[in-house]
């Protein structure tokens, strides 16, 4: 019986070394012009971008495009975000040491790691269990222990380890999804793009004060869909 894809790649990930990469000049390169250069000025933001390995998390044989200034196809219909924007929602949560963040979306694991590199604990929710599972694998391989990925509907989020100092969608709503909010500590941030499925939709920036949401449109943006359970 054939292997299933993801036992393979996982696999495959255990025996690539962790180690200095020759695209480190790229990644620097990337944080000054990209991301940088448009405006992202939080320091542990800017060092956690040069310090992780994008390279790592988008598929091998589109490596050397992985510090180019846009979103990559990382397979079943999915992308990993572009650098920038990657940076600028990791901004936008003003991440702290001591925080608890929820990510709906895990894809290859890219900002989950980021997140990763500047809070206390990262729990983040992928509906795809291929993505999932070699997500994880990569981030335990990547030594990245305050991460725990869950295979799931984020839809509905992570209640058992609610509330979350700040939540990050990766995938386009249609609407902000009422059980994110609500396990949304008070005080806390959620970003997350909002509008029509395959259109231009809208970054909105959602904190919690007093129970409402008070919401700020940030920028036309365009993400893939977030999927629920029936539609994978």
């Known amino acids: 019986m054939m292997m299933p894809v993801y036992i393979l790649l996982s696999l495959l990930l255990s025996t690539i ?7 480190k000049a790229q ?27 994008r390279h790592l998390f988008v598929p091998p044989a589109i ?15 999915q992308t990993i975000s572009q650098p920038y924007m990657v940076a600028y929602m990791t901004q936008v949560i003003e991440p702290k040491p001591n925080m608890k963040v929820m990510e709906i979306g895990t ?32 981030l335990k391989k990547l030594g990245y222990d305050n991460v725990e990925v869950k295979i799931g509907d984020g839809y509905a989020g992570w ?16 609407s902000v999804p009422p059980p994110l909010f609500e396990q949304l500590k008070e005080g806390g941030r959620m ?7 395959h259109r231009t939709q809208t970054l909105k920036l959602i904190e919690k004060k007093r129970g409402k949401a008070i919401t700020r449109n940030l920028m036309p943006v365009v993400f893939v869909p977030f ?6």
């Open 107 to 138: 894809g290859s694991g890219y900002q989950a790691a980021i997140l990763a590199e500047i809070v206390k604990e990262v729990y983040t929710i992928e509906i795809i269990p291929e993505h999932g599972k070699m997500a994880a694998a990569r």
């Open 27 to 53: 990644r620097e390169q990337m944080v000054e012009r990209q991301i940088k250069g448009r405006g992202v000025s939080d320091k542990a933001v800017l060092n956690a971008m040069r310090s992780v390995q």
């Open 63 to 77: 490596a050397s495009k992985a510090y180019q200034d846009g979103a990559l196809p990382i397979g079943y219909k």
């Open 227 to 232: 999927t629920r359970e029936g539609q994978k």
């Open 17 to 23: 070394p962790v180690q200095e990469d020759a695209y």
């Open 159 to 174: 209640e058992e380890h609610a509330p979350f100092d700040a939540i990050v969608v990766t995938a386009g709503a249609e």
């Open 191 to 197: 970003v997350i793009p909002v509008g029509p499925v």
